[in-house]
């Protein structure tokens, strides 16, 4: 399985903080919050990050483009 992109929107994040919480190896907060590599193995973690953050600012695509997370 091909790699996943990760992109956060540092206009929309409001550093809650949560993906760092979830995530610590995956996102780290620096006034925002940042992908540490945005480009990372497949793992629930991450869509678990996506999916928690409460302005949708985390986006994770799968290797061929398609929205992997958040879902609606
Ligand atoms: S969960 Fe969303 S709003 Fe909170 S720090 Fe992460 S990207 Fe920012």
Redesign the pocket.
């Known amino acids: 399985m091909g790699k996943w992109q990760l992109q956060?929107d540092g206009g929309?994040?409001?550093?809650?903080?949560?993906?760092?919480a979830i995530a610590p190896d995956h996102?780290r907060?620096d006034g925002?919050?940042q992908p540490l590599d945005p480009s990372v193995d497949p793992a629930d973690v991450v869509v678990e990050?996506a999916e928690?953050?409460?302005?949708e600012?985390?986006l994770v695509r799968g290797s061929d483009g398609a929205v992997v997370a958040p879902r609606d």
């Not at 929309?12 to 760092?20: F, I, N, Q, R, W």
């Not at 928690?52 to 302005?55: A, I, L, Q």
Request: contains cysteine; hydrophobic residues 50%; neutral net charge.
């Open positions: 956060v929309k994040c409001v550093a809650s903080g949560m993906c760092e996102f907060l925002v919050s990050a928690s953050c409460p302005v600012a985390i």
